[in-house]
C-alpha cells in the first residue's frame, strides 16, 4: 500500500480527501465510531493521534484492553505518515492491520510498525491490541 501524509488538503490518514469527507464524519456526526471497517479504523484512530483527539482513541479500544486514561501528544511531537501494509479480515467478527506510522519528537524520527487485531462487536470495529515489529 502507499505511503502517505498529510497537509492541509488532505486527512492526516494520507487519504487525498479533506479530514471532513474523510475521518472526520467517524470521529463526531453521523458516522460516529462508526468505521466500516478495520482498516478505515486503523486510518480514523491515526487522524486521532495526529488531532489528539483522546476520547475518539478510547471510544476504539476494546473494553478488555482500554487504558483509563491517555496522556495528550507531547509537546513538539509531529507525525510525518501513516503506511497500511496490510488489512486481513480473518472472520466476520476478527482483523489483522499492519501498519507504520512516523513522526518526529524534538528533532528525532521514530517510526512506530505494528501488526493490530481488531474485533467487530454490536456493528462497532475496535482495536484490542497489536505487536510491535
Request: with cysteine.
Amino acid at each position: 500500500m502507499k505511503k502517505t501524509s498529510f497537509s492541509k488538503n488532505t486527512c492526516p490518514c494520507g487519504n487525498p480527501k479533506p479530514y471532513e469527507t474523510c475521518c472526520g464524519p467517524w470521529h463526531q456526526g453521523p458516522l460516529y465510531l462508526q468505521a466500516p471497517d478495520a482498516a478505515a479504523l486503523m486510518r480514523s484512530r491515526y487522524s486521532a493521534f495526529v488531532r489528539d483527539d483522546l476520547d475518539y482513541l478510547l471510544a476504539t479500544w476494546h473494553s478488555s484492553t482500554r487504558p483509563h486514561s491517555l496522556e495528550p501528544n507531547a509537546e513538539g511531537l509531529q507525525w510525518l505518515g501513516l503506511e497500511v501494509r496490510r488489512h486481513e479480515r480473518i472472520s466476520d467478527t476478527h482483523a489483522l492491520v499492519e501498519f507504520v506510522a512516523r513522526n518526529r519528537l524534538h528533532g528525532r524520527a521514530n517510526r512506530l510498525h505494528e501488526v493490530s487485531r481488531f474485533v467487530l462487536e454490536q456493528g462497532q470495529w475496535f482495536y484490542v491490541d497489536g505487536e510491535f515489529s
